[in-house]
């Protein structure tokens, strides 16, 4: 049973270009999550989603930061014009659920975005 | 929303001793607290966790402990080894997302 699976594990890009970062769930978890970590720093929460749907954005900015999970395929964590605050590294986490015994994040190994 | 405290932010210890971490939450919904060890480079992994229902857990030489009163909940390494160095994490959730702890990095001098 293939782990969360993050692509690509490291991405360079120039002021103003966009970033893609996708995460494929683990087999059977309908619940993604993306967190930012910055160098010795924590896991920030950004955006909670399940299949087509957004639940909780709470945690990402309002403006170039945008997240989908779309039925088919992985979920997709877009981040327009970056900028080199944007550098960090960019973990997602899949769960089976919500509710008792669903709640275990498993994480991929992160895209460490680099802007130039 | 809910906010995780967590102390130290960096600790020190000699191979064999113990080590014990602290966090606090703010969120009275909160009731699943997991425990993640992240090594450098690599993604951060679920050690052990806890729910608001138990007051302790254990596996092996990592316990926690849960004060859902004071919202405060514990790790504890006992018999630590090299290769416990880290850093670890705890985190607070109420069902619907998972709120950590800035980490505490952990070094085991051999």
């Known amino acids: 049973n293939a782990g969360v699976m993050q692509n690509p594990r490291h991405l360079v890009r120039r002021r103003g270009q966009e970033a893609r970062l996708r995460c494929s769930p683990m087999?059977?978890?309908?619940?993604v999550y993306w967190y930012r970590q910055l160098p010795e720093e924590g896991l920030k929460f950004m955006v909670y989603l399940q299949k087509e749907n957004i639940i909780d954005e709470s945690g990402m900015p309002k403006e170039r930061f945008s997240a989908e999970f779309p039925k088919e395929g992985p979920s997709i964590l877009r981040i327009q014009q970056v900028v080199r605050g944007d550098s960090a590294a960019y973990f997602c986490?899949?769960?089976?659920?919500?509710?008792?015994?669903?709640?275990?994040?498993?994480f991929g190994s992160g895209t460490q975005l680099s802007v130039l | 929303g809910e906010n995780v405290e967590q102390h130290p932010s960096t600790l020190s210890v000699q191979e064999g001793d113990s080590a014990v971490i602290k966090c606090t939450y703010s969120?009275?919904?909160?009731?699943?607290f997991p425990w993640y060890k992240q090594e450098l480079g690599k993604r951060p992994q679920l050690i052990i966790d806890i729910r608001s229902n138990v007051g302790e857990k254990k596996d092996q030489r990592i316990a926690v402990t849960l004060n859902k009163t004071a919202k405060h909940f514990s790790l504890h390494i006992t018999e630590t080894q090299p290769e416990d160095s880290a850093v670890y994490f705890c985190?607070?959730?109420?069902?619907?997302?998972?709120?950590f702890g800035a980490g505490t990095r952990l070094f085991v001098k051999a």
């Open positions: 985190a607070a959730s109420p069902g619907f997302k998972t709120i």
């Open positions: 969120d009275s919904a909160s009731n699943y």
């Open positions: 986490a899949s769960s089976p659920g919500q509710g008792q015994g669903n709640e275990k994040l498993f």
């Open positions: 087999k059977g978890h309908s619940h």
